[in-house]
Every structure is written in C-alpha cells, then in structure tokens.
C-alpha cells in the first residue's frame, strides 16, 4: 500500500513537468522506429542554416510514442561525450503506456565556433 502511495505520488509530479498525450488524440504524424516505438523526427536540426551562438542554448522538442500494448520505459542519450556540444534532456526517462506519447525537451548547448554533422 505504501509503494503504491509513493508511486502515485511520483506519477503526479511528473505531469507537472512533462506532457504525456494520448496518440490518437493527436495531429502529429509520426515516424515509426521499430519495436513500436515511434516519433515525430529521426534527426534534430538546429538553427535550420542559421548561425547559432556560442555558449547560447538552444530548445528542441521531439516526440517520442509506443504503440504495443504494453508499457515502454523510454530515455533519450547521446552516443559519447563531445567537447564541441553538450545535451541535456528531459524528461530523463519516463515510462509509457501503450498507446500513449510523450513530449522531449532536448537542450543544446554549442561551445565553440564548429559545423557539425553527427549521425
């Protein structure tokens, strides 16, 4: 009963910060990952072209979605540290229910005058 307290606690403090929705409620076209994990975009552009400034960050959303039955724990992280950029994401990782999708802030900070391309 007490974990169950605490989880429903946890559960209400997350909504306060994170935009979860209902997939099918939604005007978003998305992409299909595989293993029923879909999203919106498969790669993040910053700046579209534009020059970004150093040391500036910058706000992308990305949404990421699960449409099997069953619930999916999600965390988005980079492949390997880089002096050039960092990241910070949030939610960090987040459980969700099928049928569900859930809203990513990914934050980006440029720290050095550089064109990048990592795939």
Do not use: H
């Not at 209400?12 to 879909?38: A, P, R, V, Y």
Request: include cysteine; charged fraction near 35%.
């Amino acid at each position: 009963m007490i974990n169950y307290i605490i989880k429903l606690k946890e559960k209400k403090e997350q909504e306060k910060t994170t935009t979860i929705f209902k997939i099918s409620q939604s005007n978003i076209k998305f992409i299909s990952l595989g293993d029923g994990i879909i999203t919106n975009k498969k790669e993040i552009e910053i700046g579209e072209g534009e020059e970004i400034e150093v040391n500036k960050e910058i706000r992308e959303l990305i949404c990421i979605g699960n449409e099997k039955k069953e619930k999916k724990k999600i965390q988005i992280s980079s492949k390997e540290e880089n002096e050039k950029y960092s990241i910070r994401i949030k939610p960090n990782i987040i459980t969700i229910e099928g049928g569900y999708a859930c809203e990513f802030e990914i934050f980006i900070t440029i720290k050095c005058t550089t064109k990048l391309k990592n795939k």
